[in-house]
């Protein structure tokens, strides 16, 4: 070993220097290969096929069939984006302007009540799940109250029904009965709603 070392000792420098150089490379092209092939074989990475879903829950569609029948004055829109109602106030600096900066971006109205006369929104409801936070729910009224939105909650133990959505929206069709009763007047069925059943797991 020891004349090994004494014959290397002998060699230019030149020639060590290649020599080290030659083994970082090498060392290099190993280290690096394998990553190489795991981003080819990565590549190009498939882009998702979008698939359908359905557009409300059975509690939410049985919910806007009580709603419209309780407020047939009315023009009720169903799961209408945050950005369609809300807009920030001020200017918005320039990491405020795409999509991420945008606090209402992703954020989801379950109904918007729309006076059809005037396009006026009347009030929002939102419909409380039994995995969703409080805060969030605070957070997304304190942002509609301050915009001057009236939001009307309806609890995650509420089923829905005629009674839940006459006990939630009840006020809102006094009210425009009493502004213009010969027009809106319409009268409330007596009878049970066939659906409640078929949304609310009882048959």
Do not use: C
Request: charged fraction near 20%; charge should be positive.
């Amino acid at each position: 070993m020891s004349e090994y070392f004494g014959r290397l000792g002998q060699q230019p420098i030149g020639n060590l220097l290649l020599a080290a150089g030659a083994l970082i490379v090498f060392g290099l092209v190993i280290w690096i290969a394998p990553r190489i092939r795991r981003g080819i074989r990565g590549w190009p990475v498939p882009v998702p096929v979008p698939v359908a879903k359905p557009f409300l829950t059975n509690r939410k569609h049985a919910m806007l069939s009580a709603l419209e029948r309780v407020l047939p004055m009315y023009r009720i829109h169903a799961q209408v984006s945050m950005s369609a109602l809300l807009a920030p106030g001020g200017r918005w600096g320039a990491w405020q302007r795409g999509t991420d900066g945008d606090p209402f971006h992703w954020r989801i109205v379950d109904f918007v009540i729309v006076d059809p006369t005037s396009s006026s929104i009347v009030a929002l409801i939102e419909m409380d799940e039994r995995f969703s936070g409080p805060e969030e729910n605070r957070q997304r009224e304190a942002m509609t109250t301050q915009a001057g939105y009236q939001t009307i909650r309806i609890s995650a133990s509420d089923r829905a029904t005629m009674a839940t959505a006459q006990a939630a929206v009840g006020h809102l069709r006094d009210a425009a009965l009493k502004a213009a009763p010969a027009v809106t007047r319409l009268p409330m069925p007596v009878r049970t709603w066939p659906l409640e059943g078929r949304f609310n797991g009882t048959r």
